[in-house]
């Protein structure tokens, strides 16, 4: 089913943990509401299910206005954080709990839950209760007992945070496997981009109750819309340099950049990602400031005018601190921001030569 929110708000008082949250989620798709704790991620999944009241805005399931009708009435699972399974009840009774609390006939319940043990593959563990399970074990009784109610939505409230990093990979890979197999349209809200990006179709980037950027992840990484997007998105995230000393305010002269969009620097910032970056011997100057060996990759730590940069290289990189170095990039890798707004300028990268002589500019200040 389609999930529609339009100009949705939810307050307290004078507090908007959500202020006008619109999106929508076609049939069939992964969803994923990413962002930083308190941005109201999981309020806003409460409201889709019901379990909040809507201050302001509309929203649709399938079709049908259900901003006002109780969670019974708006045919959606959930998969809560805290897995919240019954500790005196044993894995079948927890996952056919539901299905019995709406008088399911016995044949039913049976054949939903076989189906479910098959999925999830929980075949030995019926009889054990909660506390004789690990905590992927747990993870898969909650994502049975959503998926033995068979709602064509379910919602899912950071399901994996309780998971240790080897098995939020494993679960990963199965939450999504199960969605597609079962054709389910599924909300999903977490704090981890990682699962973001791996995971859904489109994502709902949340800042401080409000929609930063609404794409799919390969746009979200590509095409950041604004400097918090781009500061969020990527591992390590986007480097930002604001153009805003004098000296590279005397450089704007020397961009090309097309009449109508004319700009001083001082108003600009420059976004470069870390694993675009290479070591030159001409470029954007820079002072090594630690260097993290990872094995497969080593992060640089530099300084670049007052700003710290991170530079992604493959391999062993042998720097000391203090070491002088200069840094170059593809110029179809250069994002640029408006600095008083935050949203992303589309400007015509300059040519090679005078993209560096500013570069060069604002680093030496």
Request: include cysteine; glycine fraction near 8%.
């Amino acid at each position: 089913m389609r999930i529609e929110l339009e100009n949705i708000v939810k307050a307290w008082g004078n507090l908007r943990a959500v202020n006008g949250v619109s999106f929508t989620a076609e049939e069939g798709q992964l969803l994923v509401v990413l962002g930083p704790s308190g941005c109201g991620k999981s309020t806003l999944l409460r409201l889709i299910a019901g379990l909040e009241s809507v201050t302001e805005g509309v929203i649709r399931i399938g079709g049908r206005e259900v901003t006002h009708l109780p969670p019974a009435a708006r045919n959606v699972s959930m998969v809560f954080q805290s897995y919240a399974l019954f500790p005196h009840l044993t894995v079948d009774e927890n996952i056919v709990f539901g299905l019995k609390v709406r008088k399911i006939p016995p044949a039913e319940r049976r054949r939903r839950l076989d189906r479910a043990v098959e999925l999830l593959g929980l075949q030995g563990l019926l009889q054990r209760k909660p506390s004789e399970l690990s905590g992927g074990q747990r993870q898969r009784v909650a994502l049975g007992r959503a998926i033995v109610s068979e709602a064509p939505v379910c919602l899912m409230d950071e399901p994996l945070s309780n998971l240790d990093a080897k098995l939020r990979h494993e679960m990963r890979r199965e939450i999504r496997s199960l969605q597609q197999r079962l054709g389910i349209t599924m909300v999903y809200v977490t704090h981890d981009q990682v699962e973001a990006m791996t995971m859904a179709d489109n994502i709902v980037l949340l800042n401080a109750g409000h929609v930063e950027q609404f794409a799919p992840p390969d746009e979200l990484y590509a095409r950041p819309s604004t400097l918090f997007a781009a500061g969020f998105i990527g591992t390590p995230p986007m480097n930002l340099l604001p153009l805003d000393d004098p000296e590279a305010a005397r450089h704007a002269s020397t961009l090309p950049i097309e009449d109508s969009l004319k700009t001083p620097l001082d108003g600009l910032v420059l976004g470069v990602r870390p694993e675009k970056i290479t070591l030159t011997d001409s470029g954007l100057p820079a002072e090594v400031l630690s260097l993290e060996y990872l094995g497969a990759d080593s992060l640089i730590a530099c300084r670049v005018g007052s700003q710290e940069w991170i530079v992604r290289r493959s391999g062993k990189i042998k720097l000391s601190a203090g070491a002088r170095i200069h840094l170059s990039w593809p110029l179809v890798e250069t994002h640029w921001f408006d600095a008083a707004t935050g949203k992303r300028r589309d400007i015509k990268q300059p040519d090679f030569s005078a993209a560096q002589q500013t570069m060069r500019a604002v680093g030496s200040t």
